[in-house]
């Protein structure tokens, strides 16, 4: 046999070194194991034999080609990489080398080695081991089934426990798993009663990263319920009443009957009460605040959804890795209202407690499938589980759906570390891995990897738990372009499976968006077919943030740092029209005004990516002609594929980028109407609204951009309307040290600061502006074509009135209405053939200044500053 393996030019071993008596360092793994029997690896040119040195268990690989064909569309960043085939392996030998340390070894003729490398092999799990069973701590017909996909385990064991107490380390039973060797999955046939305990894996595995067999304690990553900071799993049944508010079978929420009748208004847990006194001290923070009628936040909340507001939006409140879940680990920081308005005082007091505070935003999940414990009021149990139920109840009571915001592209931790759960059940598979078997960190964390189809299946199992067992009506999905397109519409599928009748939920009328930002290593569709924004506005339906409107509204983009924060104006911050002390009212600045202008109004028409309008040089372009950094502006077939947005959790709020952009001598009224342009913007477009807790409030962080871990102090939300959060310090060193010499001139000026009558006529404008978005379906059209048949622009080409967007909505003598919005410092006078009047919320609205907007001798007049709403008179 070897006199004909040394006649192939290219030759390889793959090798078994039998674990036991083996121990290695770590070594990168440049080969791709991605069938039973083909790896893709770049050997040495001219390599013919590999050989152990030990000669134990060698499988000679021969020359195969190159990834071609189906298997590079499967994995198109391996197209033409060599292929060595496995000579007469067997799935019982392939599956047998999986569970011990895999290695390749290239040798010359002269038996000199040449290379060496570890192995990829979750491409090859998914070739011997995918499957659908069910997995985790289930009960059904009476009985208890525990299931755990670990294919490359030598073992697993279930440690059983009575208690959460992990200081209780006496297991009161150890039981063994039996493996199916088809699928990879360790069964155990567990008892009823064992209902209410809690259990640990115990996992006996090879570990590249540490070179050794390492047994490993885990909790289960299909877990339900954990005891208090993730140490054991609980054994759960969702489906029992006593984990059911009173109500909740018969709970039936009535979604909106198409996305665009949706706005979604995102909000973080612990903002929404933390600081609000009209709720009982033990709710505040917690799920239960949203659970009653009381509290000024649950009123709020209740006029913005007779406003027209459809969905709150919570951000990620699955259970997440860096937040304390008991009183006793939890640190608190001083009182720090004594400080100045730009001190450094307040954050470094946050810093010293931020990594074991009560606040994070929680975008670093460790597991998917249980609501986070700190948000409860005992997390050592199952209450989160009710009270989450209770709080979806009382948006559901108050006329709102519960839209979740999921990370499913990273974890935080990978390898052995103490953080890490899927890496230590099959090291290798579930996270995404470089060229050299690193795992990949583009996304901040540790990827993942949901090309794997049991990455994959665990990403649609848990969205499943979520709307049958928790009845959410929607999904946002972070840095959704780090999965595949597929991934996304394999799970709008499984979700349309699930109906009213039979699980409490429509299925097929859940929504769903997400992050469509296009970068790292699967930038360009390098791995796959991206579930970017390009390619999810092709007719799939989902929704994608629109970077174009927000930066068009804002000015600059979310990387400024420093004097660019200041220097980059927007529409509704005084591009051209208000110049700051850095810019000038020139012909560059104007020319860059339109062109801003051009992008609001491709935003404005759902950015269809086939609208035409005169852009800014006079020609009738496409939305997808009109250039954003390169890439088309608009790219949707449908307004449902849109989020329209002017601020978000992250980056400085609207208010904040307004405070560095605007006039500093602005005033607090001015700064009012120019946040409300923004919201108006953003309100009146086609496709989804999306909304930021407290952007209706002016909500400050006091110019922190990335307040995910800047504590309660610098997230404040106050619904009392008595302080917009402005001046309470310089923002997070870390973050913002670049801004730090402008933020301490602007947290001491008195132009910057805002009354409470300012905060009221904000939060006024926006329910106005839901109220007129909710009267019409004119500002709710359901697809392209009636867009591209219902929205024509005035004021445009490149003569046009800089700072001024003038739209028309509905067919000539069909309920036409006329919306301007002036950004400029005076009334601006526009032409019309026929009669129109003032929208009727806005004849009643708070602000005095649009009630001036009127029609006079054929021309609307708009008031400076100003967005007016004008139907077509009878």
Same mark, same amino acid.
């Given at each position: 046999?070897?006199?004909?393996?040394?006649?192939?030019?290219?030759?390889?071993?793959?090798?078994?070194?039998?674990?036991?008596?083996?121990?290695?360092?770590?070594?990168?793994?440049?080969?791709?194991?991605?069938?039973?029997?083909?790896?893709?690896?770049?050997?040495?040119?001219?390599?013919?034999?590999?050989?152990?040195?030990?000669?134990?268990?060698?499988?000679?690989?021969?020359?195969?080609?190159?990834?071609?064909?189906?298997?590079?569309?499967?994995?198109?960043?391996?197209?033409?990489?060599?292929?060595?085939?496995?000579?007469?392996?067997?799935?019982?030998?392939?599956?047998?080398?999986?569970?011990?340390?895999?290695?390749?070894?290239?040798?010359?003729?002269?038996?000199?080695?040449?290379?060496?490398?570890?192995?990829?092999?979750?491409?090859?799990?998914?070739?011997?081991?995918?499957?659908?069973?069910?997995?985790?701590?289930?009960?059904?017909?009476?009985?208890?089934?525990?299931?755990?996909?670990?294919?490359?385990?030598?073992?697993?064991?279930?440690?059983?426990?009575?208690?959460?107490?992990?200081?209780?380390?006496?297991?009161?039973?150890?039981?063994?798993?039996?493996?199916?060797?088809?699928?990879?999955?360790?069964?155990?046939?567990?008892?009823?009663?064992?209902?209410?305990?809690?259990?640990?894996?115990?996992?006996?595995?090879?570990?590249?990263?540490?070179?050794?067999?390492?047994?490993?304690?885990?909790?289960?990553?299909?877990?339900?319920?954990?005891?208090?900071?993730?140490?054991?799993?609980?054994?759960?049944?969702?489906?029992?009443?006593?984990?059911?508010?009173?109500?909740?079978?018969?709970?039936?929420?009535?979604?909106?009957?198409?996305?665009?009748?949706?706005?979604?208004?995102?909000?973080?847990?612990?903002?929404?009460?933390?600081?609000?006194?009209?709720?009982?001290?033990?709710?505040?923070?917690?799920?239960?605040?949203?659970?009653?009628?009381?509290?000024?936040?649950?009123?709020?909340?209740?006029?913005?959804?007779?406003?027209?507001?459809?969905?709150?939006?919570?951000?990620?409140?699955?259970?997440?890795?860096?937040?304390?879940?008991?009183?006793?680990?939890?640190?608190?920081?001083?009182?720090?209202?004594?400080?100045?308005?730009?001190?450094?005082?307040?954050?470094?007091?946050?810093?010293?407690?931020?990594?074991?505070?009560?606040?994070?935003?929680?975008?670093?999940?460790?597991?998917?499938?249980?609501?986070?414990?700190?948000?409860?009021?005992?997390?050592?149990?199952?209450?989160?589980?009710?009270?989450?139920?209770?709080?979806?109840?009382?948006?559901?009571?108050?006329?709102?759906?519960?839209?979740?915001?999921?990370?499913?592209?990273?974890?935080?931790?990978?390898?052995?570390?103490?953080?890490?759960?899927?890496?230590?059940?099959?090291?290798?598979?579930?996270?995404?891995?470089?060229?050299?078997?690193?795992?990949?960190?583009?996304?901040?964390?540790?990827?993942?990897?949901?090309?794997?189809?049991?990455?994959?299946?665990?990403?649609?199992?848990?969205?499943?738990?979520?709307?049958?067992?928790?009845?959410?009506?929607?999904?946002?999905?972070?840095?959704?372009?780090?999965?595949?397109?597929?991934?996304?519409?394999?799970?709008?599928?499984?979700?349309?499976?699930?109906?009213?009748?039979?699980?409490?939920?429509?299925?097929?009328?859940?929504?769903?968006?997400?992050?469509?930002?296009?970068?790292?290593?699967?930038?360009?569709?390098? *791995?796959?077919?991206?579930?970017?924004?390009?390619?999810?506005?092709?007719?799939?339906?989902?929704?994608?943030?629109?970077?174009?409107?927000?930066?068009?509204?804002?000015?600059?983009?979310?990387?400024?740092?420093?004097?660019?924060?200041?220097?980059?104006?927007?529409?509704?911050?005084?591009?051209?029209?208000?110049?700051?002390?850095?810019?000038?009212?020139?012909?560059?600045?104007?020319?860059?005004?339109?062109?801003?202008?051009?992008?609001?109004?491709?935003?404005?028409?759902?950015?269809?990516?086939?609208?035409?309008?005169?852009?800014?040089?006079?020609?009738?372009?496409?939305?997808?002609?009109?250039?954003?950094?390169?890439?088309?502006?608009?790219?949707?077939?449908?307004?449902?594929?849109?989020?329209?947005?002017?601020?978000?959790?992250?980056?400085?709020?609207?208010?904040?980028?307004?405070?560095?952009?605007?006039?500093?001598?602005?005033?607090?009224?001015?700064?009012?109407?120019?946040?409300?342009?923004?919201?108006?913007?953003?309100?009146?477009?086609?496709?989804?609204?999306?909304?930021?807790?407290?952007?209706?409030?002016?909500?400050?962080?006091?110019?922190?951009?990335?307040?995910?871990?800047?504590?309660?102090?610098?997230?404040?939300?106050?619904?009392?309307?008595?302080?917009?959060?402005?001046?309470?310090?310089?923002?997070?060193?870390?973050?913002?040290?670049?801004?730090?010499?402008?933020?301490?001139?602007?947290?001491?000026?008195?132009?910057?600061?805002?009354?409470?009558?300012?905060?009221?006529?904000?939060?006024?404008?926006?329910?106005?502006?839901?109220?007129?978005?909710?009267?019409?379906?004119?500002?709710?059209? *359901?697809?392209?074509?009636?867009?591209?048949?219902?929205?024509?622009?005035?004021?445009?080409?490149?003569?046009?009135?800089?700072?001024?967007?003038?739209?028309?909505?509905?067919?000539?003598?069909?309920?036409?209405?006329?919306?301007?919005?002036?950004?400029?410092?005076?009334?601006?006078?526009?032409?019309?053939?026929?009669?129109?009047?003032?929208?009727?919320?806005?004849?009643?609205?708070?602000?005095?200044?649009?009630?001036?907007?009127?029609?006079?001798?054929? *021309?609307?007049?708009?008031?400076?500053?100003?967005?007016?709403?004008?139907?077509?008179?009878?």
């Amino acid at each position: 046999m070897f006199l004909n393996i040394l006649r192939i030019t290219a030759l390889l071993f793959v090798f078994l070194i039998p674990s036991a008596n083996y121990a290695q360092t770590q070594m990168r793994a440049e080969a791709h194991w991605l069938t039973r029997d083909l790896i893709a690896w770049n050997a040495p040119a001219g390599s013919e034999l590999i050989m152990l040195s030990k000669g134990e268990a060698a499988a000679p690989l021969v020359a195969a080609g190159e990834v071609d064909g189906d298997l590079a569309d499967l994995h198109p960043h391996l197209r033409g990489t060599p292929l060595w085939r496995i000579d007469g392996a067997n799935r019982e030998q392939v599956s047998g080398w999986l569970k011990g340390p895999v290695q390749i070894f290239a040798q010359d003729k002269a038996a000199k080695e040449t290379a060496r490398t570890g192995l990829q092999i979750g491409s090859v799990l998914d070739d011997l081991y995918a499957n659908d069973a069910a997995l985790g701590a289930r009960f059904g017909n009476g009985k208890l089934h525990i299931a755990l996909w670990a294919p490359t385990a030598q073992a697993v064991r279930l440690h059983l426990y009575d208690s959460s107490d992990d200081a209780d380390d006496a297991a009161s039973t150890v039981l063994s798993m039996a493996e199916d060797a088809a699928t990879g999955v360790w069964h155990l046939e567990g008892k009823p009663e064992w209902k209410g305990k809690y259990y640990l894996y115990e996992v006996r595995v090879f570990v590249p990263e540490t070179g050794r067999v390492e047994v490993n304690m885990v909790t289960d990553p299909y877990a339900l319920g954990l005891s208090a900071d993730s140490k054991r799993t609980q054994i759960i049944d969702l489906n029992d009443p006593a984990l059911m508010p009173a109500g909740w079978t018969e709970l039936r929420y009535a979604l909106p009957e198409a996305p665009e009748d949706r706005v979604l208004y995102e909000l973080h847990v612990r903002d929404f009460s933390i600081a609000d006194k009209s709720v009982v001290a033990e709710h505040r923070g917690r799920y239960l605040a949203f659970a009653g009628r009381g509290g000024a936040g649950m009123r709020h909340l209740r006029s913005l959804a007779k406003a027209g507001l459809s969905d709150v939006h919570l951000l990620p409140t699955y259970d997440c890795a860096t937040i304390p879940e008991t009183a006793a680990a939890t640190l608190n920081p001083p009182d720090l209202s004594g400080f100045a308005a730009d001190s450094e005082e307040q954050q470094a007091a946050i810093a010293t407690v931020k990594e074991r505070d009560g606040f994070n935003w929680c975008y670093d999940p460790l597991h998917f499938m249980v609501p986070e414990g700190s948000y409860s009021s005992d997390a050592a149990g199952t209450a989160r589980i009710g009270e989450f139920r209770d709080m979806v109840m009382g948006l559901s009571d108050s006329g709102l759906g519960t839209v979740l915001d999921v990370v499913f592209n990273h974890m935080m931790g990978s390898g052995q570390s103490p953080q890490s759960v899927l890496d230590r059940i099959v090291p290798g598979y579930y996270h995404r891995l470089d060229n050299t078997g690193a795992v990949a960190r583009s996304t901040c964390c540790a990827n993942t990897a949901t090309e794997r189809k049991m990455m994959e299946k665990l990403m649609i199992d848990a969205l499943l738990v979520w709307a049958r067992d928790y009845k959410v009506s929607g999904f946002r999905f972070d840095l959704m372009g780090h999965h595949s397109r597929e991934n996304i519409l394999r799970a709008r599928e499984a979700l349309r499976h699930l109906t009213l009748d039979k699980d409490g939920v429509d299925g097929a009328g859940l929504y769903l968006y997400g992050e469509g930002w296009n970068f790292g290593e699967v930038a360009g569709n390098a *791995r796959f077919v991206q579930a970017s924004q390009i390619n999810m506005g092709q007719g799939t339906g989902i929704g994608t943030f629109n970077d174009r409107i927000r930066d068009a509204i804002r000015g600059g983009g979310v990387g400024d740092k420093g004097m660019d924060s200041v220097r980059k104006q927007g529409f509704a911050n005084g591009l051209f029209t208000a110049p700051n002390a850095l810019n000038k009212a020139d012909e560059d600045t104007r020319i860059r005004a339109l062109n801003a202008a051009d992008q609001i109004r491709v935003g404005l028409a759902g950015s269809i990516s086939t609208f035409t309008f005169t852009a800014a040089d006079g020609q009738q372009r496409t939305a997808n002609e009109i250039d954003y950094g390169g890439s088309p502006a608009g790219y949707a077939s449908d307004p449902q594929e849109i989020i329209n947005y002017a601020e978000a959790h992250d980056n400085q709020t609207f208010f904040d980028i307004s405070a560095l952009k605007l006039p500093r001598d602005t005033s607090a009224a001015d700064r009012v109407r120019w946040q409300n342009i923004a919201s108006s913007i953003v309100i009146l477009s086609q496709g989804v609204p999306f909304l930021h807790a407290g952007q209706e409030l002016l909500r400050s962080k006091s110019l922190d951009h990335n307040s995910y871990n800047s504590g309660d102090w610098f997230n404040l939300l106050d619904y009392s309307k008595r302080q917009n959060g402005w001046g309470r310090g310089l923002p997070q060193r870390a973050d913002n040290e670049a801004e730090w010499p402008v933020a301490r001139e602007l947290l001491t000026d008195k132009n910057m600061q805002v009354r409470p009558e300012h905060i009221v006529r904000a939060s006024d404008h926006v329910r106005e502006m839901l109220r007129i978005r909710k009267s019409s379906q004119l500002f709710r059209l *359901r697809s392209g074509a009636e867009v591209i048949r219902n929205i024509r622009f005035d004021n445009v080409g490149p003569d046009q009135v800089p700072g001024l967007i003038v739209m028309k909505l509905g067919m000539e003598g069909d309920g036409q209405m006329i919306v301007v919005i002036n950004s400029t410092d005076k009334t601006q006078s526009w032409p019309v053939q026929s009669r129109y009047r003032l929208h009727d919320v806005l004849r009643r609205s708070s602000d005095s200044i649009v009630s001036k907007a009127r029609m006079k001798k054929g *021309r609307l007049m708009t008031p400076a500053l100003t967005t007016a709403i004008y139907v077509k008179a009878d």
